[in-house]
Nanobody
Framework: QVQLVESGGGLVQDGASLRLSCAAS?????MGWFRQAPGQEREFVAA????????GYADSVKGRVNISRDNAKNTVYLQMSSLKPEDTAVYYC???????????????????WGQGTQVTVST
């Protein structure tokens, strides 16, 4: 069982930047970030392939978010800038067991999940 631990969330103002981190107990496959706002379904934010060579982003965050990974540290990062109140959500890190070069966008493609970190963007 792979353990994922997110960190870096917090309360920031509209337009601010934030970097989330997700430390994995072991390196397996592709990784992704998802978020869930109160009363809404969990939605895709960004994903990165096993090698780190391919990334994918939701249209709602494209241009404001960058996903990266440090395979030596088994850690994936989500750098977010120009944050908006609608970005407020619990952000979850997820890991796919498969060593795929395709960054998956659906929750059912991922096998392991972290507990989440709260991001709140105030006006």
């Amino acid at each position: 069982q792979v353990q994922l631990v997110e960190s870096g969330g917090g309360l920031v103002q509209d337009g601010a930047s934030l970097r989330l981190s997700c430390a994995a107990s072991a390196r397996t496959g592709a990784m992704g970030w998802f978020r869930q706002a109160p009363g809404q379904e969990r939605e895709f934010v960004a994903a990165i392939s096993w090698s780190g060579g391919t990334t994918g982003y939701a249209d709602s965050v494209k241009g404001r978010v960058n996903i990266s990974r440090d395979n030596a540290k088994n850690t994936v990062y989500l750098q977010m800038s120009s944050l908006k109140p609608e970005d407020t959500a619990v952000y979850y890190c997820a890991q796919d067991r498969r060593r795929t070069e395709i960054p998956r966008r659906n929750t059912y493609n991922y096998d392991y999940w972290g507990q989440g970190t709260q991001v709140t963007v105030s006006t």
